[in-house]
């Protein structure tokens, strides 16, 4: 292995550690992201569905607000590790430039620089898994562009939607106000629209 002569690891060979580093911890966020996006919706749906007979106001109450606030809770983790994700990825595209690595298959890098690498296009065009990253060109029914963030915020608003219809709804019926569920399911899609769109804030990238 190649040293820096004074035994301790070269300059590459810390890079590819990171490198490694790097790629585990993205690794990592993503299955758990996988593991949450799968049972976040299940639990919210099958609570909704369950309480969907019209229980006491105190049940729906404190089952709505459980979910409620351990849904948010959720959803605040799962933000901060979309900015950790995000990070990781711009590091290993930096780290992929000083590599060397260059584009394969034609593609046009991520622009940060980088000498030719294995089955470079040609001096200058960084590469690597994540330089190469496809650009988010796919829209549903040609409309809607698709990306990572709108599914997340589209997954977790109606599942905060299904809770603040439950915690809603058992308010109102607490109060005896009439058409309390009707009211309590526009106060769930209110707030499930709502989430979707500060999510859609959060990661709106900052104008220069």
Same mark, same amino acid.
């Given at each position: 292995?190649?040293?820096?002569?004074?035994?301790?690891?070269?300059?590459?060979?810390?890079?590819?550690?990171?490198?490694?580093?790097?790629?585990?911890?993205?690794?990592?966020?993503?299955?758990?992201?996988?593991?949450?996006?799968?049972?976040?919706?299940?639990?919210?749906?099958?609570?909704?569905?369950?309480?969907?007979?019209?229980?006491?106001?105190?049940?729906?109450?404190?089952?709505?607000?459980?979910?409620?606030?351990?849904?948010?809770?959720?959803?605040?983790?799962?933000?901060?590790?979309?900015?950790?994700?995000?990070?990781?990825?711009?590091?290993?595209?930096?780290?992929?430039?000083?590599?060397?690595?260059?584009?394969?298959?034609?593609?046009? /890098?991520?622009? !940060?620089?980088? $000498? +030719?690498? @294995?089955? *470079?296009?040609?001096?200058? =065009? &960084?590469? %690597?898994?994540?330089?190469?990253?496809?650009?988010?060109?796919?829209?549903?029914?040609?409309?809607?562009?698709?990306?990572?963030?709108? /599914?997340?915020? !589209?997954?977790? $608003? +109606?599942? @905060?939607? *299904?809770?603040?219809?439950? =915690? &809603?709804? %058992?308010?109102?019926?607490?109060?005896?106000?009439?058409?309390?569920?009707?009211?309590?399911?526009?106060?769930?899609?209110?707030?499930?629209?709502?989430?979707?769109?500060?999510?859609?804030?959060?990661?709106?990238?900052?104008?220069?």
């Amino acid at each position: 292995m190649p040293t820096d002569g004074d035994g301790g690891l070269s300059q590459t060979e810390l890079l590819r550690l990171d490198y490694q580093q790097t790629t585990d911890m993205l690794r990592s966020l993503t299955d758990v992201r996988f593991k949450l996006l799968a049972l976040v919706p299940t639990l919210s749906g099958a609570a909704v569905a369950v309480l969907g007979h019209p229980g006491s106001a105190a049940e729906l109450l404190a089952i709505g607000l459980l979910g409620l606030i351990a849904t948010l809770g959720i959803l605040l983790y799962e933000l901060r590790n979309t900015q950790l994700s995000e990070y990781g990825m711009r590091r290993a595209r930096q780290i992929e430039a000083q590599l060397g690595l260059g584009a394969l298959g034609g593609g046009s /890098g991520a622009g !940060l620089g980088g $000498g +030719a690498g @294995l089955g *470079g296009t040609g001096p200058g =065009v &960084a590469g %690597g898994l994540f330089s190469e990253r496809p650009t988010q060109t796919l829209r549903l029914f040609g409309l809607a562009p698709i990306d990572r963030d709108r /599914g997340l915020a !589209l997954v977790y $608003g +109606a599942a @905060l939607a *299904g809770w603040t219809y439950l =915690v &809603a709804w %058992g308010a109102l019926r607490g109060l005896d106000v009439g058409a309390a569920r009707k009211l309590g399911a526009g106060i769930g899609a209110a707030a499930g629209l709502l989430v979707i769109a500060e999510v859609g804030r959060v990661h709106r990238p900052p104008t220069s």
